[in-house]
């Protein structure tokens, strides 16, 4: 293959004007571009597949523009992950299992994000070894996992199993100066729009890749753009856009974590200005990022159409984990069992699927292996997955399938050995704390959560591992924003049903995370 350092900025689209429109016109990506309808089968040959996965992007506070829902997209979810923080996530939507089960806590190495016990494992058992032993041509590019390329995590040679090209970030988001491991080898990058903006660099080199692809075998995509994760640097053309726009001031927004988990109780409230000056700052800054994902997505779609593979291609777009500005008062983070956090976007459009759809029956970020897998035609029963294929609710004529009434979600607090010096208040044992002492992680602050989401129940039961056991239960048809802990109100019976649920899920295997006989 070709050389592959191409200018990052090389494909740039003209600047836009601002507003909520322009914010998400992702608009372009998966609405009346990318309409197909029955299996689009010109040839014999199985369905190409692209995952696009950015970095922290929010359902629930205006992230995705929602206005707008029904026109950005043929078919939408509502979808959630298991665990919201980013290495964990991105973990299980490479295995298709809960973090029980890849045992990736958190993202440091010490919660085996990308560490030798995780290559040794799970990794080896991603989906894209099974779509490359089908001669899947496979690609990836941009944010991997947390802790890639570290010394400890085998530094910039280790490429993990099944990826014929590999263009992976070493460590965290970035947009410049950065270090990519290219096959293998060591590429770093410093602060030319032209040469180094990452999300541009992505979108060139997985443009390149499809244009040296071989056409008698399908491909697949994985573009991992930072966007829109800090440092929040938008490409220049966008810098000044969403002037006007700061974070929704409604739902949980600047409320008290009244009768929460302590992490939710600390805190102050109303939030001092400084605090929302700089979280509606953060707000406009994420928009602006985005916008160049939108440009990235716009432009693999009319390439897909100008090779004429587009009608043979899935495409999926999805996000890590949610996000939240202010809600409950806490300034800006994900890791929280709230709506906010857990809740992401997943659009898509390929074979099959009719236009604008929106599809209640929620979906996991496990379960996107197993579809991915179903669509390329790998036999599911031999797969070691938690998550199942929803190839069923995108194409019904393909596939039968069942809806999951309840899941799980979980995550592992990370807390440091010694108090923040922003916060000696609070002791050791906290993290991501700002100045005025809100810190938004901790040790304890690990939870385990049953999502009830059917026609009869739109409830969530969460137990805390921490010294006042503590149990956090909302009915979110009645108090959609989580307001209420209504533990003490709600019958006993039903407590008990959530508990034996909890249980059952926080030992699942395979198989048995998709048993939803028990009531």
């Known amino acids: 293959m070709a050389d592959l350092r191409i200018r990052a900025g090389a494909t740039r689209s003209p600047q836009r004007g601002g507003g909520h429109f322009a914010a998400l016109s992702l608009v372009t990506l998966l609405s009346a571009l990318l309409t197909c309808g029955v299996r689009c089968a010109e040839s014999d040959k199985p369905s190409n597949i692209i995952l696009v996965l950015v970095d922290d992007q929010d359902v629930q506070i205006g992230g995705m523009v929602s206005e707008f829902t029904l026109e950005i997209y043929s078919l939408s979810f509502v979808s959630f992950t298991v665990t919201p923080l980013c290495c964990p996530s991105r973990s299980s939507i490479l295995t298709g299992r809960y973090p029980h089960n890849h045992e990736v806590r958190n993202n440091s190495l010490n919660g085996n ?12 058992e991603a989906f894209p070894t099974y779509l490359n032993k089908l001669k899947y041509q496979t690609f990836f590019s941009g944010k991997y996992l947390n802790q890639y390329g570290s010394k400890a ?74 966007a829109c994760h800090s440092p929040w640097t938008a490409a220049p053309q966008y810098q000044k856009e969403f002037k006007d726009v700061q974070a929704p001031r409604d739902g949980s927004f600047n409320k008290p974590g009244k009768e929460k988990h302590w992490l939710l109780r600390q805190p102050p409230n109303p939030m001092p200005n400084s605090s929302i000056t700089f979280l509606d700052n953060a707000y406009r800054k994420r928009w602006q990022t985005l916008l160049s994902v939108d440009d990235m997505v716009e432009k693999l779609v009319k390439k897909l159409d100008s090779i004429k593979e587009l ?56 379960d996107l292996a197993p579809t991915i897998l179903d669509i390329a035609g790998v036999n599911l029963s031999s797969v070691n997955v938690d998550g199942q294929s929803f190839l069923a609710q995108m194409a019904p004529s393909l596939r039968n399938g069942t809806a999951r009434p309840y899941f799980l979600v979980e995550y ?15 002791g ?53 924003h989580q307001l209420e802990n209504i533990v003490k109100k709600v019958d006993p019976s039903i407590l008990q049903i959530m508990n034996q649920r909890l249980i059952k899920l926080q030992s699942c295997v395979s198989d048995s995370c998709r048993d939803y006989k028990q009531k």
Not at 412 to 426: I, N
């Open 113 to 124: 994000c990308s560490s030798l016990q995780w290559q040794k494992g799970p990794e080896a």
């Open 412 to 426: 592992t607090g990370e807390g440091q050995p010694t108090s923040d010096p922003t916060c000696p208040k609070l």
């Open 311 to 366: 009608n043979n291609t899935y495409i999926f777009y999805t996000s890590d984990n949610g996000y939240h500005t202010g809600q409950f008062s806490l300034p800006i983070d994900k890791r929280q069992l709230y709506e906010f956090d857990i809740r992401i976007p997943l659009m898509v459009r390929g074979p099959g699927i009719k236009a604008k759809q929106v599809l209640q029956a929620p979906v996991l970020n496990i």
């Open 428 to 480: 050791p044992g906290v993290s991501q704390c700002f100045p005025d002492c809100v810190c938004e992680d901790a040790y304890n602050n690990t939870y385990a959560c049953v999502r009830t989401l059917d026609s009869k129940m739109n409830m969530q039961y969460c137990e805390f591992a921490d010294s006042e056991s503590y149990v956090e239960v909302y009915n979110l048809t009645s108090d959609p």
């Open 153 to 226: 995590a085998g530094s910039v040679g280790h490429i993990p199993p099944g990826w014929d090209q590999w263009h992976a970030l070493v460590g965290n988001s970035q947009y410049y100066n950065y270090t990519l491991s290219v096959n293998g080898k060591e590429e770093k990058h410093g602060d030319s729009y032209e040469d180094d903006y990452l999300t541009d660099l992505i979108l060139n080199r997985s443009l390149h890749f499809l244009d040296d692809r071989s056409p008698q075998h399908p491909f697949f995509l994985m573009l991992s753009p930072p």
